[in-house]
């Protein structure tokens, strides 16, 4: 079966909106009450984490080419790659259910109270899964979409809101001292680390030599869009009120009224609901492709995984622990999953780079004594 294969715009797009829809819905919650006006520090720091997991991920991935972070998990440490596989593949699935959580919790709350949360969420997982049967090619035309509309939006809406803005509400910097800022930054680092799909996606880019070049424009694009998301609420409502508020960003865009469009807000959560479905695509498709190359199963079976995850997915986000209370769910996301997506992303990514790069300086030793 030929391997599906996407150009750099397409790689480009489908990290973008990651980011963005990724950090929209989960990060500021956590984020803006801790920090407020310093925010911009932590993101800053979550960005330079992402981009020194996108090295390491480069690295390997051009260091075993063609191979996805499944294959050279277990190229690298034999036997015991397949833990390390399994542990990156539980970690998709986590990620798939946390993001289906909150944004199913989101629309129940704010657009669509009364709706039941199944209904939301069954809609979600058929319209990702979908989408990941027909593969990453056409995830990554939808993604081309979607991410203009994303940033056309973002765009308009920053600029709408300039004369509401109070510039005094990003003083006084580092009130609090830095720390409170470096310490928050685990917020924006464990999801904008959640591109470690980056080492899925790697071998379906028809340049890997530039896929590196190519993430970091991204995250780097994406990360100051949403950092201008944040900061626009902060001066816009205020540190105080903006603090206050499960979604501050949905908070800040009903306050926004364009002469030419009554529900700004309406129009900026869609754009984003549609990047949140790119997002959960592209996981779920990483997620099966994955699991196809650890138990290898042939590519042509991969619907077979489509269908058992399908139904874990439809049933995960009302099931304890997140299904039970807002108040537990909220402390799981602040601090629980944080904590292990940087140990994933982040401890173990560095651990199996380490051990390539050993692995790579013996074998021309062992040819030497040879």
Excluded at 2 to 27: C, P, Y
Excluded at 119 to 142: D, K, P, Q, S
Excluded at 259 to 268: G, K
């Amino acid at each position: 079966m030929k391997k599906e294969m996407i150009s750099d715009r397409q790689f480009f797009v489908i990290i973008f909106v990651a980011i963005l829809s990724l950090t929209f819905f989960s990060v500021p919650a956590m984020l803006i009450p801790a920090v407020k006006q310093d925010l911009w520090l932590s993101m800053l720091l979550g960005t330079v984490v992402d981009i020194y997991v996108a090295y390491l991920l480069f690295w390997m991935g051009r260091a075993y080419p063609g191979q996805s972070l499944i294959q050279y998990s277990v190229s690298i440490l034999g036997k015991i790659g397949n833990v390390a596989a399994a542990v990156f593949l539980v970690f998709f699935l986590i990620v798939i259910w946390f993001s289906l959580y909150i944004f199913v919790n989101f629309l129940s709350s704010t657009l669509m109270m009364g709706t039941p949360v199944l209904v939301l969420n069954l809609t979600m997982v058929v319209a990702a899964g979908w989408a990941a049967y027909h593969g990453i090619e056409t995830i990554a035309r939808l993604a081309e979409m979607i991410a203009v509309l994303i940033f056309i939006v973002s765009i308009l809406g920053l600029l709408l809101s300039v004369t509401e803005m109070d510039l005094g509400e990003l003083l006084p910097q580092f009130e609090n001292g830095i720390w409170p800022a470096v310490r928050a930054s685990v917020y924006p680092s464990s999801w904008f680390g959640v591109c470690i799909l980056m080492g899925m996606v790697m071998p379906h880019h028809q340049s890997p030599h530039r896929t590196f070049k190519v993430k970091v424009s991204a995250v780097v694009l994406g990360s100051a869009i949403i950092t201008a998301w944040l900061l626009n609420s902060v001066v816009t409502l205020g540190q105080e009120a903006v603090g206050r508020l499960y979604y501050p960003i949905y908070g800040f865009s009903r306050t926004i009224r364009p002469v030419f469009f009554e529900r700004m807000d309406i129009l900026t959560m869609l754009v984003y609901i549609l990047g949140t479905f790119i997002t959960i695509a592209i996981l779920y498709f990483n997620l099966t492709e994955g699991a196809s190359q650890l138990f290898r199963t042939r590519p042509q079976k991969r619907v077979r995984w489509i269908w058992a995850f399908g139904v874990l997915f439809v049933i995960l986000p009302i099931l304890p622990p997140l299904g039970r209370n807002t108040i537990d769910s909220f402390d799981i996301l602040e601090y629980g999953f944080p904590l292990y997506a940087l140990a994933v992303e982040g401890g173990l990514t560095t651990l199996l780079f380490a051990a390539a790069l050993i692995r790579k300086r013996r074998r021309p030793a062992r040819r030497r004594g040879s």
